[in-house]
């Protein structure tokens, strides 16, 4: 295993000139009606206030802004949904023609957004593995880019940009929970956290439903799975990135699993006591919470909420259905 | 009438110092999934990912930082329940007992968050009219600073920040809209938008339900109303005060009412398409166009979402009761 993460918190800062500042120093504030319920002090990155309502953007302006520096026409990559949306956005900006690829069954409000764009979007009958690898197959027969979420090290970069404006914060966090997915977020994020305040603990957060990557950390091996089962449709990966998980090895203290029950309940929560509406990848954390309220008692946690494209009507039957 | 209002740009710039910076330079995005609903370019200035949901800490960070310079220990203020809560905030923060007087008929939330951060609350039987003058007479009997929301130009200059945040931005905007009730917000925006980019139009939007302030602008002179009828809570004043209306007549292009059906379908255009919880005070703006939409039409539009405290059961009934 390497010693070092393919990160490189140099470029993470130079990457900050690359972003449209829309999108970065984004809200982070205590949400102190949060407390009593999950007893512990929580303040919320808030990474939905802006044009695409995810972090994604993050790292697409640095890939996109590269790819204009080299010249390149062209882009492609597969997507949950909040990446393409973003590339989209990024690509649109710099007059970088834009194909998306996505599961037809991904959330619709996301799909929408891609459309209205501007991006080609095509559409598989499967889930996001498929969508992964028809991407590429697009890209080498166009050759043209395709861009990686997790694995090309500019989305991890771009996401890493987050954890520069938390560890600049004051007071400093005991813990940071992190949605993991593929896992850019999450190294990203992490490696800053772990070079600059290497006392804060990093805690990743993945669905039963969806736990390869958490599954690789505990085994610090690749392991894949079959078929998702969340509604956490922005991290649910089945196969996981070798390169990746290396890197999660180096900057991640815990990867731990939460149930759907909890995902809803959070959602709930973030509603009812913090006004916010969030798709489910981005109430993994208040889950986690809501999973171990001892582990996490009394100590000052920040979430990052990284998206909120969710459908409404889904929204709505997931929030209220939810116990509390 | 005056040739210049109370407010002063100098002074506002100096007010960005006494605020946390947690209030300050909040997002500021366009909707593009907001466009073909409203059939104009609409931009978002966010002013609830903060520890009080509202845009009202700008001032009372201001008239906190005075009252601890003077040595003062205590304040009161009549509130419908944001100006309350943040001043409880402010105040907290700086050592000062603070008493907010409100009626017993404000939103639950906002009552409850008043309570948990620590602030003295009374209440009284009637509407906001009665809660100014109780809080007058506590003022007048323990000797204490009264904060009165609007007439105290600090009120109006700390929320006038936003107005800098406003004219700073690129590309300008074609016209701003800002939710009018006692006017802080609106004179205070108002100010630096006509001081700094005078092209841009100033529409205040106010309740039919409670429309003494714009009946006032229209008339140019002080109309008082008998009971309001709105869900529009954080602007449902009776009694428009004089000084504030010569400030808004000098700084407003128009001041318009519109329907509490509008103002519902407003929140929903809000949640179902940028995500956001708001309160019915901040959908004004977005009910605005909706009653007037070839007035907007093709023009680029901001749209200050000055608060998201609701009772989640009545936001629930609102917006989706709401036809869209």
Redesign the interface.
């Known amino acids: 295993m390497r010693q070092s993460t393919r990160l490189d918190t140099d470029r993470i800062r130079a990457a900050r000139e690359a972003i449209d500042p ?1 999108f970065l ?9 949060l407390d009593p319920e999950l007893g512990c002090t929580v303040s ?1 990155k ?1 990474e ?4 695409v ?1 995810s972090f994604k953007a993050r790292g697409t302006e640095v890939v996109a802004s590269q790819l204009v520096d080299r010249g390149e026409r062209a882009v492609v990559c597969a997507s949950a949904g909040n990446l393409g949306q973003a590339l989209a956005w990024s690509g649109r900006g710099r007059g970088l023609a834009v194909t998306v690829v996505a599961s037809r069954h991904a959330t619709a409000a996301k799909l929408d ?1 891609i459309r ?2 501007g991006a080609r979007l095509e559409l598989v009958d499967g889930d996001h593995e498929l969508a992964r690898e028809r991407a590429a197959a697009i890209a080498e027969h166009e050759g043209i880019r395709l861009v990686e979420d997790s694995l090309d090290v500019e989305t991890c970069e771009g996401a890493a940009t987050i954890g520069l404006e938390l560890v600049e914060a004051l007071p400093s966090f005991d813990v940071v929970l992190i949605a993991l997915g593929g896992g850019a977020l999450a190294t990203g994020v992490g490696h800053v956290v772990k070079s600059c305040a290497p006392e804060t603990e990093v805690v990743c957060v993945q669905p039963q439903g969806a736990p390869a990557m958490t599954r690789s950390w505990h085994e610090r091996r690749v392991v894949t799975t079959g078929p998702t089962d969340t509604i956490a449709d922005g991290v649910a990966g089945r196969r996981p990135i070798l390169a990746i998980l290396d890197d999660l090895l180096l900057v991640a203290d815990d990867a731990v699993l939460v149930g759907e029950a909890s995902i809803k309940t959070g959602m709930r929560l973030l ?2 006591h913090a ?3 969030v798709e489910p990848s981005a109430a993994l954390g208040i889950a986690a919470i809501l999973e171990d309220r001892d582990r996490f008692a009394g100590r000052h946690v920040v979430t990052i909420v990284c998206g ?3 459908d ?1 009507d889904a929204y ?1 039957e997931w929030v ?1 259905a939810a116990p509390v």
Chains 1, 2 share one sequence.
């Open positions: 829309i120093d984004t809200p982070l504030y205590r949400c102190e009606a919320i808030l939905t206030a802006n044009p309502r957004r209205a764009l509603f009812d006004g916010l509406v909120s494209n969710v409404t709505r209220y």
